[in-house]
């Protein structure tokens, strides 16, 4: 069975910094793009970053460039994505989402595009 297990979720002011993880099991690592997406209350989900394992070909959305970075760990199947320079507009349940690189509709960030989705986990930005 495919599964997600985002953490690293938190409470922390404006301007710090979280580091969420994504721990993927079930499928071949390397065959995926991995994605992070988020919602917050009222709103519709959307994405924040995603990855190409193989190539190690990041996307950002607009919102989060230059302040969020995504990488991958293939030794330990994970997916981070480091958050700096938070704002409390970058609150909200983050979840991370995977769909094989035949099906992954590259330089989008469609929630629509991915298969697999795990549990989020909570980020709030106090400011």
């Known amino acids: 069975d495919v599964q997600l297990q985002a953490s690293g979720g938190g409470l922390v002011q404006a301007g710090g910094s979280l580091r969420l993880s994504c721990a993927a099991s079930g499928f071949t690592f390397s065959d995926y793009m991995i994605g992070w997406f988020r919602q917050a209350p009222g709103k519709e989900r959307e994405g924040v970053s995603n990855i190409l394992i193989s190539d190690n070909i990041p996307y950002y959305a607009d919102s989060v460039k230059g302040r969020f970075t995504i990488s991958s760990d293939n030794a330990k199947n994970t997916v981070n994505l480091q958050m700096n320079s938070l704002k409390p507009e970058d609150t909200a349940v983050y979840y991370c989402?995977?769909?094989?690189?035949?099906?992954?509709?590259?330089?989008?960030?469609?929630?629509?595009?991915?298969?697999?989705w795990g549990k989020g986990t909570q980020v709030t930005v106090s400011s």
């Open positions: 989402a995977a769909v094989d690189r035949y099906s992954a509709w590259y330089g989008s960030l469609y929630p629509a595009g991915m298969r697999y």
